[in-house]
């Protein structure tokens, strides 16, 4: 009888496991979270890749951002700069990120914040997402 009940609490675990989704993690095995952060106190951008951007703050808190679209010129930007009605940045708040590329100006739309352990953190988040592997 324990036997059969101990067969049964396995096999009940194993199917509980299945079908539990992959939390996506921040590089150290923890799940990333959406926060927002102070544009005013931003310190460096680097692009990831084309819809990802990661920002660290002068706090030495780190952000991985996901634009709105994918835009091909993103990775080559410069001049990056945030703008908002509202001086924190958040997930889906009409939060702008524009960029200066050598056919001029392009705009994106911030529609995800996620706080990360690293810009080595973010980039594991992306090629996750991506299934690529990014050049470090």
């Known amino acids: ?4 009940v ?3 609490i396995s ?8 079908s539990t989704p992959k939390a996506q993690t921040n590089g150290r095995g923890m799940a990333a979270r959406e926060e927002c952060f102070d544009a ?19 706090s030495d808190e780190h952000y991985l951002l996901t634009m709105d679209s994918i ?10 700069t945030i703008s908002s009605t509202f001086r924190r940045v958040c997930s ?19 529609v995800r914040v996620e706080s990360v352990a690293s810009k080595e953190a973010a980039l594991k988040l992306v090629e996750e997402r991506t299934g690529r592997k990014l050049e470090r």
């Open 71 to 80: 835009y091909p010129s993103l990775p080559f930007a410069t001049g990056i």
């Open 92 to 110: 889906d708040m009409g939060a702008k990120l524009t960029y200066v590329v050598s056919e001029g100006q392009v705009s994106s739309r911030i």
């Open 11 to 18: 096999t009940l675990a194993g199917v509980g496991c299945a």
């Open 40 to 58: 005013s106190r931003v310190r460096t951008f680097s692009p990831l890749d084309e819809r990802f951007v990661y920002v660290r703050v002068l």
């Open 6 to 8: 101990l067969g049964l």
């Open 1 to 4: 009888m324990i036997g059969f």
